[in-house]
């Protein structure tokens, strides 16, 4: 082990340089953030990750946000284990029929003020799993959406622009 | 190869079913399959409903021979496999959920997949309006002094899928877990009846995100078995090339989080960064980092050029060379083997009944991959072994992922080699009059089972893909029996059933 950890004393460090925000996410992002103080928010996002029925790839690329090369908490950014110290909701999906009222209960226990991500484009209408008996829709069928961040399943980079995107408009005010 | 149907049951063989041959059975076959999957002369590859027949997939142990079953229910009841072969149980459950077949004298028929939630019953059987409120889940009773219950879920602490488990503990310890899952039940057979070949493909792919490879590779056989036609020699090259890296992405980066669900977050870090590196070089080579939509009835999407071709080739000179420096780590660290070594312990009897496939079975006895035991193609000119252990505790699993890691870099190197030049696709075809198909594919996780039926228009029928979760989730119920709560993270995460492939 020592051996492992002297040898990372020496290699360059893989963590990527900050992307810029999304352009379409800051636009999105405009209204929403009207309703922050920045004051209570400081430097810092907890994201509560919901998975309302997606087919876990998004949650791999969720997960690859904490590797080194991303190193998401650097920008203040970090998930928590509960909705009660959230400030965001990441949600993915569809939301299904089963998970309907676990997603309703997870926001209602979020505090204000809090921000609803809707992550991956079967998050934004339900995408290739709309029309099903078993499917209740997008995100913004079930809670409100301040953010959507398309993809299939969008990439770490893309999470971390729209994420950035949500802290920069959030400090802006 | 021998008739798996001798001295077991007897059925007509039915025309037009190609990959693995299919059985029309009478309620004395039927019983007989069940009483030989009791006695562990078969083995259970699947069960599933159609409108007024019920199917299940078989294997003979040894021999590597497969069929399907059916028997007609004009009445919707079918003689219960599950009665006889608990591993069944689930599947009749959700049969009955889904088409309303009842399994008569079955031990448990309490609703799965259905929680009440989606205004109708028996959604592709007879579409009975129902209410939406949702009905109330009776758990199996526990008793017992001194004993307290943790319901966890639907939604968990981690970044990780839904599910609910309840514990009940005596103190610390684990004295029974019951899972409740179907939270991520989309209808994916739902909505794939009646749709194109290109769409059901496309949905075959999200069925589990961790596998949308081994689903579409899967899908495709099944898909071309039916119609008769064969994928390219090269494309059948780039499908394995993808699958193993797909492999090689999910192992790495569960070996490094089972370490870190033991608190040992060094090994997460360097695994992490593997992983990624897998991730890129799929983007590079494929156009996408998980190769999504790459596998295509008929053949692959996209082409493999000399830059990504030589992209893969470094990506394994990487890994081999970072590899057993993280090895020797996790050999090394005595707090990690303390937690990991003798944790979890899955029966070999038990893995064996269940038919429990991938790492999960391979770490307690069971040698079975689909890759050597129902050979398809490239596998049958490529070299490899199948690791095996007999432990069955956490620590054997992530043993038997790192000798799959070492594998699939060997497997990537042949594949590179022999790779054809060619053409990457031929055209599907109207068949004309209905024709189905069985496949099996070994993903990451175990053996993928897709059983599919188009109709003479070319639209899918009826199309069942069956995740390897299936016989695994009920094997971790019993693997934390006797544990500490705190290393149910840790079994958990060694066996990481899929969610979203069981509840379909």
Not at chain 1, 81 to 100: E, F, I, Q, Y
């Amino acid at each position: 082990m020592r051996k492992l950890l002297f040898e990372a004393l020496l290699k360059p460090i893989l963590t990527e340089t900050r992307p810029t925000a999304d352009d379409a996410a800051v636009a999105q992002l405009a209204d929403a953030v009207a309703r922050t103080a920045r004051k209570r928010l400081g430097r810092s996002l907890s994201i509560r990750e919901v998975d309302a029925g997606s087919s876990n790839d998004s949650e791999l690329e969720i997960h690859a946000l904490n590797n080194a090369f991303y190193d998401v908490e650097r920008f203040g950014i970090h998930f928590v284990a509960s909705p009660r110290h959230a400030d965001v909701l990441l949600v993915t999906g569809p939301v299904t029929k089963n998970m309907r009222q676990a997603l309703e209960r997870t926001f209602a226990a979020t505090p204000s003020p809090k921000w609803v991500v809707a992550v991956g484009d079967e998050a934004l209408d339900g995408g290739c799993f709309a029309g099903s008996y078993a499917v209740a829709g997008g995100v913004a069928d079930v809670v409100p959406v301040d953010l959507r961040i398309p993809g299939n399943p969008p990439s770490p980079t893309a999470l971390l622009k729209g994420l950035l995107a949500l802290l920069d408009q959030a400090d802006a005010r | 190869m021998t008739d798996i149907r001798e001295g077991i049951f007897e059925g007509k063989r039915v025309e037009r079913h190609h990959g693995w041959p299919r059985f029309e059975v009478d309620r004395d076959g039927w019983i007989r399959a069940a009483e030989a999957l009791a006695h562990g002369r078969l083995a259970l590859a699947g069960l599933w409903g159609e409108k007024a027949a019920i199917h299940m997939a078989v294997l003979a142990e040894e021999g590597g021979s497969a069929a399907v079953l059916t028997l007609a229910c004009p009445d919707l009841t079918f003689p219960s496999v599950g009665r006889v072969h608990p591993p069944a149980i689930r599947l009749e459950r959700a049969a009955h959920d889904l088409f309303g077949l009842v399994p008569e004298d079955a031990p448990d028929l309490r609703p799965w997949l259905d929680h009440g939630r989606w205004g109708v019953r028996f959604p592709l059987g007879a579409r009975e309006p129902a209410p939406a409120s949702g009905v109330p889940y009776t758990f199996l009773p526990v008793e017992g002094e001194s004993l307290h219950q943790i319901p966890v879920g639907p939604v968990h602490a981690g970044i990780i899928e839904p599910g609910h488990f309840r514990f009940t503990a005596n103190g610390e310890t684990v004295v029974r877990l019951e899972a409740r899952l179907g939270y991520v039940h989309k209808g994916i057979e739902g909505l794939m009846q009646g749709a194109t070949l290109a769409r059901a493909a496309e949905l075959a792919g999200r069925v589990s995100g961790d596998s949308t490879v081994a689903y579409a590779f899967a899908f495709a056989r099944a898909a071309e078995a039916a119609l008769g036609i064969e994928a390219p020699p090269r494309a059948v090259f780039l499908r394995a090339l993808m699958a193993e890296l797909e492999r090689l992405a999910n192992h790495l980066g569960d070996i490094g989080a089972i370490c870190n669900d033991a608190a040992f977050a060094l090994m997460l870090a360097h695994c992490a960064v593997l992983r990624e590196q897998v991730l890129r070089t799929a983007e590079a080579s494929f156009g996408h980092r998980m190769m999504r939509d790459r596998i295509v009835p008929g053949g692959v999407a996209c082409d493999l050029e000399p830059a990504g071709a030589a992209a893969v080739a470094s990506l394994v000179k990487e890994i081999r060379a970072r590899l057993p420096a993280l090895i020797e780590l996790y050999d090394n660290t005595a707090s990690l083997q303390d937690r990991t070594v003798g944790t979890g312990m899955l029966k070999p009897e038990l893995a064996r009944e269940f038919g429990a496939g991938g790492y999960i079975g391979r770490a307690s006895g069971r040698s079975f991959d689909a890759r050597r035991d129902l050979t398809y193609a490239p596998y049958d000119r490529l070299a490899f072994e199948v690791p095996v252990m007999q432990e069955g505790d956490v620590n054997a699993r992530v043993w038997v992922r790192i000798r799959e890691v070492e594998q699939s870099l060997s497997l990537i190197d042949q594949i590179l080699e022999l790779m054809p030049q060619g053409p990457l696709r031929v055209q599907t075809r109207t068949p004309g009059t209905p024709v189905e198909a069985a496949a099996m594919v070994e993903g990451f996780r175990g053996d993928v089972l897709v059983w599919l039926r188009i109709g003479a228009d070319g639209l899918v029928e009826r199309c069942h893909p069956r995740d390897p979760s299936w016989f695994q989730w009920p094997l971790l119920e019993s693997v934390i029996e006797g544990n500490i709560v705190a290393d149910f993270p840790l079994c958990n995460k060694s066996f990481n059933c899929s969610y979203s492939g069981h509840d379909l």
